[in-house]
């Protein structure tokens, strides 16, 4: 049988690599416009992911799409997830079930976002966290380069408590110190299906601690990944015009 040559769907991305904070992970690069860091979702940066950047390019950014587990610019496996999820669990970086933290990568995100703003300049850089990733664009905020933060889905900490499912993925003082930069006048996007139980009651938190500030996008029906997998055209043409809005005016 003649062997299938799979093309990835990060063949036309320039790859290299991020180091930080003892940390190094792949970073993929496109575009050329004020820079997104879209941080891909379980079970890995598969094309659903690689195409939502897409759209982020033809929209006028620039795009770093770092690569922190699983598949790269394919398609997962059958049962490719229940590998790694069982590892995120027990990965410190992720902290699906603890409380009150925020991930150890955050200083990793400070870094490269900061050297996204070097390299493509603008009024600073948007995050866009998905999933298990979701949390990571409010620990991205705590930057000041950081200036258009979007959480799709968020779902991390699992919530198998209430009180997990409150957490939005901070200490209390990277809380206060979020509330702050909202305060000043950074919003923050949240896009998730309104039946999504994994969402827990974030959202909920987020109104409380941000006010006018958060804005929620609360889409009908039971999906789950609403920019890539279940992707919902209201969700991303919200995400785009949130980031165009931050990131390209005045440029």
């Known amino acids: ?24 992970y792949p970073v993929y690069r496109k575009g050329e416009g004020p820079a997104v860091v879209v941080v891909h979702e379980s079970p890995g940066l598969t094309p659903e992911v690689v195409a939502f950047a897409e759209h982020l390019v033809a929209a006028g950014l620039g795009v770093a799409l770092p690569h922190l587990f699983g598949p790269a610019g394919r398609r997962s496996y059958p049962g490719e997830a229940m590998v790694v999820i069982p590892r995120l669990c027990v990965s410190r970086e992720f902290a699906l079930f603890t409380t009150g933290v925020t991930t150890p990568l955050a200083g990793w995100l400070h870094d490269l976002a900061r050297r996204l703003h070097t390299d493509h300049g603008g009024p600073g850089v948007g995050v866009v966290g ?15 380069s950081v200036v258009a933060p979007v959480l799709a889905q968020p779902a991390a900490p699992v919530p198998l408590t209430a009180a997990r499912a409150a957490d939005v993925g901070l200490s209390d003082a990277d809380l206060g110190r979020v509330v702050d930069r909202a305060r000043d006048g950074c919003p923050v996007l949240g896009v998730r299906y309104r039946a999504d139980a ?35 055209p209201e969700a991303v043409e919200q995400v785009v015009s949130f980031l165009r809005r931050r990131l390209l005016a005045g440029t």
Do not use: I, N
């Not at 409010?138 to 000041?144: G, N, R, T």
């Open 1 to 24: 049988m003649a062997r299938v040559e799979v093309v990835s769907a990060l063949e036309t991305w320039t790859s290299g690599e991020h180091t930080a904070d003892g940390r190094t």
């Open 130 to 144: 998905m999933c298990v990733t979701g949390g990571f664009a409010l620990a991205a905020m705590l930057d000041p």
């Open 198 to 232: 994994s969402t827990g009651t974030r959202f909920e938190t987020l109104r409380r601690a941000l006010g006018p500030a958060f804005t929620a996008v609360e889409l009908p029906g039971r999906g789950h990944a609403t920019l890539t997998g279940d992707r919902h």
